[in-house]
Structure formats: structure tokens, C-alpha cells
């Protein structure tokens, strides 16, 4: 799989959703995609992030934006997680980390001022051709982050 690069086409990825259902990134061929990576289900963090994208689903929805999330978390803890707080969009596990790896979306970090390895909260927007239009490589705020997606979407 090769890496993420603006104005290049995404390659294709194949996951499961939290029902087991086999998703792929072009079977939303024509549509706007965001692929969110995030840490960990139930985590602040990325319960702020996720539920941001819930709240703003309508409109993301009139834009033609399909969001998927991706973390390495399992299909229950997916299931738990979108149930809880009413998620709309699948949730998908990358439990190897490969997808994550080939996109910029694991590796080193810094946590607490340490150096560590682990998930990096990023985010990939893909046009309705396939190619990425942004690659929001570190995502600093993640409650501000979906209205920034979103505006970004709208200013194209």
C-alpha cells in the first residue's frame, strides 16, 4: 500500500465494520470520503472527535460526505462505542495497524513529553475521483477538528 499524498489518487482499502460487514474505499466511488483515524474508542479525545462528526452529520450529509472512522479497537468495542453515543457512520478496525502505517497514521509521537509509538490522530478527505484533496497529518484539536473538515469541504 503506498502513502497518503494530496493530489494523488487514495489507494484502495478493504476493513471490516462493526458488524463484520467488509468495507471498502470504493464502494463510495463519486461520493466526498473522510477517513478519521483515531487512537481508541471511549476515550475522551476521540469521543469528542466522533461525536463532533455526529453533530454535524446532516450537513456533512448534504455535502455528499461519507465519514468513516478507523482505530485498531475490535468490532464490539466499535459496536459499544457507536451505540453509546449514537454514531451514524461505521466505525472500521485496522487491527494490525496496516492501513494506519501505509497513511501516516502510526508512528512516533510525543505523549505526555515522551517519546513513543502509537496512533496518530489524522485525518484523509478524498473527492468524488478518488484523489486526496487534504491530509490533515496531525490532528492538535480534536473537538474543532470536524467543523474544520467540514470547512473545508464547503470551500471547495
Known amino acids: 500500500m ?3 499524498a494530496e493530489g494523488k ?17 470504493g464502494d463510495f466511488k463519486g461520493k ?15 469521543t469528542k472527535e466522533a461525536c463532533g462528526f455526529r453533530d454535524l ?31 451514524p457512520f461505521p466505525l472500521l478496525s485496522d487491527p494490525d495497524r496496516k492501513l494506519m502505517q501505509a497513511w501516516g497514521a502510526y508512528g512516533d509521537k510525543l505523549m505526555y513529553g515522551k517519546k513513543t509509538r ?7 478527505w478524498i473527492g468524488p475521483d478518488g484523489v ?9 484539536d480534536a473537538a474543532k477538528h470536524p467543523a474544520a473538515v467540514l470547512e473545508a469541504i464547503r470551500g471547495e
Not at 466526498?32 to 476521540?46: E, I, L, M, Q, R
Not at 502509537?118 to 484523509?124: D, K, P
Not at 487534504?134 to 492538535?140: L, T
Open 118 to 124: 502509537g496512533v496518530i490522530r489524522s485525518t484523509v
Open 57 to 87: 452529520w446532516k450537513e456533512l450529509q448534504r455535502a455528499g460526505v461519507v465519514v468513516l472512522g478507523v482505530s485498531a479497537d475490535g468490532a464490539e468495542s466499535h459496536t459499544k462505542f457507536a451505540a453509546k453515543y449514537k454514531l
Open 32 to 46: 466526498h470520503v473522510v477517513v478519521y483515524f483515531y487512537p481508541k474508542d471511549d476515550t475522551p479525545g476521540c
Open 9 to 25: 489518487k487514495a489507494p484502495n482499502f478493504t476493513l471490516q465494520d462493526d458488524a463484520g460487514k467488509r468495507v471498502s474505499l
Open 132 to 140: 486526496v484533496r487534504r491530509h490533515w497529518a496531525r490532528v492538535a
Open 2 to 4: 503506498t502513502a497518503i
